[in-house]
């Protein structure tokens, strides 16, 4: 079941209109946005329980949820 902009923002928490339809425009589920979340909040944690990197829709997620690296020069 593809998500909705509630899911989005359940999950997330306030997002810009921007990202929740970008978010909704990859097809993914709750369960792929919850777990892409998880890789950008603490990636270290993710490989250290031995988990592979993510791919497909998850991967598209982290690349869409992770903060550019120029605003994080700022």
Do not use: F, H
Not at 46 to 60: D, F, H, I, K, Y
């Amino acid at each position: 079941m593809t998500i909705t902009s509630k899911d989005v923002i359940a999950i997330l928490g306030p997002a810009d209109e921007t990202l929740v339809a970008e978010v909704i425009a990859t097809g993914a589920t709750q369960v792929e946005l919850a777990e892409a979340l998880a890789w950008v909040n603490n990636d270290e944690a993710m490989l250290g329980e031995g988990r592979r990197l993510p791919t497909g829709r998850v991967a598209a997620l982290v690349d869409l949820l992770s903060p550019d690296e120029e605003e994080q020069d700022k």
